[in-house]
């Protein structure tokens, strides 16, 4: 690339569109049979893949697709590997967070603990905006404003976390007893996870120090750091009652999350070489079949990586993908590079067909005939759009929905603050929306709708960027 600032126009359309779709495919559940099944999700055990399966794969393709860039551009500005380290670590407590409290925002858990579940989600976005929002640059007054809401949006979280302590009624095993309690459903895995949080949690504070050694910027990591932890070791809600503030499973923002922290720390330090990055592949990869075939689980490894492999798969397919873009960019090497993405769309397509007689095509159970296909649809669909777009040079259609691709996080955030809003205003929508045709549209108008509600926040400086 010729400088950091260059964007790559296909990744960006590859990640508009898969956001358009996924706000499109969270919005038509309630249309249940009205619509053809193939829009849905599969149920667990149903050998299909449906269109809503093969959103979310894509968009870790694309996260993947990204991480090059972004670490590339951070190291063509001067940052050393603890400041990219700590930029890592942060992004992914970020996620986990928002996973966390998206997670605890639904109707059993909030009601549990005596909050209606839509003011919990709307007070926990706000606080989301109000901590990650893009701040233009700022002195004086405007600058204390604006470090003030950051502070309020952390204050915020505090207290949401507040209500879920001192109201327990199943008891865990408990880890640790004193202070505060931790109560770990599935034991070691989640000891693991959660040492890897805190270890997030630290890594700012290590590199602030390192570089600049300002107290006030110190104390000010530490004091978030120690929210962060307060954060996650609360009591909240399972199925069998109130256990703790964490995930019952990580939700998307989470899981997106810990697939960014496992792609992004291996890339950093394979400095940029793509064998290193095919092994990491094949390694996920072969512990999402150890999981499809329960030898994950008679090993003890089982859940200590989210997803057990598959979401890195997907991730690490489209760090590949992005490494052999770098090395081929240029309409004079466009030929070899589509040569490739195509050869390694059919390489995937095979290792389906042949795992899908052992597995079943299934997102739920992340088998690997699922990530196999959809590594396949990614790669020819990245094909398309980069002859499309950097080839040909045609970006014009792209425009429309370009701020799903640029201001991703606040697109996907939009929408459960509207559920939360119709909700509480009881708002209904015209009856020839609530199924087939006319509930697809309204769908499809919603999807469009958000993203140009991101644009227009985006204009007025409201933008989440982590």
């Not at 890592?88 to 407590?93: G, L």
């Amino acid at each position: 690339m010729k400088n950091q600032t260059t964007r790559i126009a296909s990744i960006d359309i590859f990640r508009a569109l898969t956001m358009l779709l996924m706000i499109f495919v969270n919005d038509i559940p309630g249309l249940g049979d009205t619509i053809p099944h193939w829009l849905h999700h599969a149920a667990k055990n149903e050998d299909m893949l449906g269109l809503s399966d093969i959103i979310f794969p894509c968009f870790l393709f694309c996260v993947g697709l990204s991480i090059p860039f972004a670490i590339k551009n951070r190291t063509d500005k001067g940052d050393s590997p603890i400041r990219i380290l700590s930029h890592i670590a942060q992004r992914t407590v970020a996620l986990l967070v928002m996973g966390l409290f998206s997670m605890n925002s639904f109707a059993e858990t909030a009601n549990t603990v005596g909050i209606a579940p839509q003011w919990f989600k709307l007070l926990s976005v706000a606080a989301f905006f109000m901590i990650w929002n893009v701040y233009p640059r700022a002195k004086g007054i405007t600058k204390k404003i604006f470090a003030t809401l950051q502070t309020l949006g952390w204050i915020i979280l505090a207290a949401l976390a507040f209500v879920f302590v001192g109201k327990p009624t199943v008891h865990e095993n408990q880890l640790v007893s004193g202070f505060i309690s931790i109560g770990f459903a599935n034991g070691a895995q989640y000891v693991f996870q959660y040492s890897i949080i805190a270890i997030c949690a630290l890594v700012p504070i290590i590199s602030e120090f390192l570089h600049s050694r300002n107290v006030l910027k110190l104390l000010k990591n530490s004091i978030i750091s120690i929210i962060i932890f307060y954060l996650f070791l609360f009591k909240g809600i399972n199925a069998d009652g109130l256990v703790g503030l964490r995930p019952g499973w990580w939700q998307i923002l989470g899981l997106i999350g810990w697939t960014y922290f496992y792609t992004s720390v291996i890339f950093l330090f394979t400095k940029n070489k793509i064998l290193p990055n095919i092994i990491a592949w094949i390694f996920f990869t072969l512990l999402c079949i150890a999981s499809n075939t329960g030898l994950a689980i008679s090993m003890g490894i089982s859940g200590f990586v989210p997803g057990n492999g598959s979401f890195q798969s997907l991730a690490f397919a489209g760090i590949v993908a992005s490494l052999l873009m770098q090395s081929n960019h240029g309409k004079q090497n466009f030929r070899k590079l589509c040569s490739s993405y195509i050869a390694l769309a059919a390489l995937m397509f095979a290792a389906a067909t042949i795992a899908h007689k052992y597995f079943i095509i299934s997102k739920l159970q992340e088998t690997c005939t699922w990530i196999f296909y959809c590594i396949s649809i990614s790669f020819v669909t990245l094909t398309f759009i980069y002859w499309l777009s950097d080839f040909k040079n045609k970006k014009s259609w792209f425009a429309i929905i370009k701020p799903a691709g640029t201001s991703t996080l606040t697109c996907y955030v939009i929408p459960s603050v509207w559920y939360a809003v119709v909700s509480l205003a009881a708002i209904s929508y015209p009856e020839f929306t609530h199924a087939g045709i006319g509930g697809l549209a309204k769908s499809f108008a919603f999807a469009f709708a958000v993203i140009g509600l991101t644009w227009i926040l985006g204009k007025m400086k409201i933008k989440l960027k982590i």
